[in-house]
T-cell receptor
Framework: DAGVIQSPRHEVTEMGQEVTLRCKPI?????LFWYRQTMMRGLELLIY????????DSGMPEDRFSAKMPNASFSTLKIQPSEPRDSAVYFC???????????FGSGTRLTVV | DQQVKQNSPSLSVQEGRISILNCDYTNSMFDYFLWYKKYPAEGPTFLIS???IKDKNEDGRFTVFLNKSAKHLSLHIVPSQPGDSAVYFCAASFAGNNRKLIWGLGTSLAVNP
């Protein structure tokens, strides 16, 4: 298995632009998570899905952030409009029913200038 | 409010010696704990876990100890190797929060040759 695949690896965009981050979870994993990592706050859970349905989006910072999971093999995290304070590394993770298989992607480093 | 705390941002150890990484938690409902390792430009990878019904779990050079009364767990690496240099994250969960992982801020371990 190729693991959790995220794209792009790096994204540099101007303030006000729309940014879309993509994730392909491991096949057969029922849960998908979006995290944001910053030096000050560490790993923050933004939202997670179970069987493609959003379960908890309480970590989404503002209405500028939205996430979708149209099918079991694809999810997007969109920021519109982007701001410099959104600069961070965004990780996608997936897992099966148990916690043991919790697997992260390599992350997308977002820089908003 | 940090429910999972890793109070040492960094640790430096000589190759061959023991590395001890500490983690404290405040929520007595947590019943499952995990350690993840993260190299630069990669996502965190699962290292070892422990259930609250145990006080020790061992996997090769890695051992996790859990002291429920003190709400404290530790990761021991013996012997430490330069390849162990990474950021180590402690995470905890319980059934009542849908098994969301609550993360510490991480400890950066440097193993010197």
């Amino acid at each position: 298995d190729a693991g959790v695949i995220q794209s792009p690896r790096h994204e540099v965009t101007e303030m006000g632009q729309e940014v879309t981050l993509r994730c392909k979870p491991i096949s057969g994993h029922d849960y998908l998570f979006w995290y944001r990592q910053t030096m000050m706050r560490g790993l923050e859970l933004l939202i997670y899905f179970n069987n493609n349905v959003p379960i908890d989006d309480s970590g989404m910072p503002e209405d500028r952030f939205s996430a979708k999971m149209p099918n079991a093999s694809f999810s997007t995290l969109k920021i519109q409009p982007s701001e410099p304070r959104d600069s961070a590394v965004y990780f996608c993770a997936s897992r099966p029913g148990t916690l043991m298989g919790y697997t992260f992607g390599s992350g997308t480093r977002l820089t908003v200038v | 409010d940090q429910q999972v705390k890793q109070n040492s941002p960094s640790l430096s150890v000589q190759e061959g010696r023991i590395s001890i990484l500490n983690c404290d938690y405040t929520n007595s409902m947590f019943d499952y704990f995990l350690w993840y390792k993260k190299y630069p430009a990669e996502g965190p990878t699962f290292l070892i876990s422990i259930s609250s019904i145990k006080d020790k779990n061992e996997d090769g050079r890695f051992t996790v100890f859990l002291n429920k009364s003190a709400k404290h767990l530790s990761l021991h690496i013996v012997p430490s190797q330069p390849g162990d240099s990474a950021v180590y994250f402690c995470a905890a969960s319980f059934a009542g929060n849908n098994r969301k992982l609550i993360w510490g801020l991480g400890t950066s371990l440097a193993v010197n040759p």
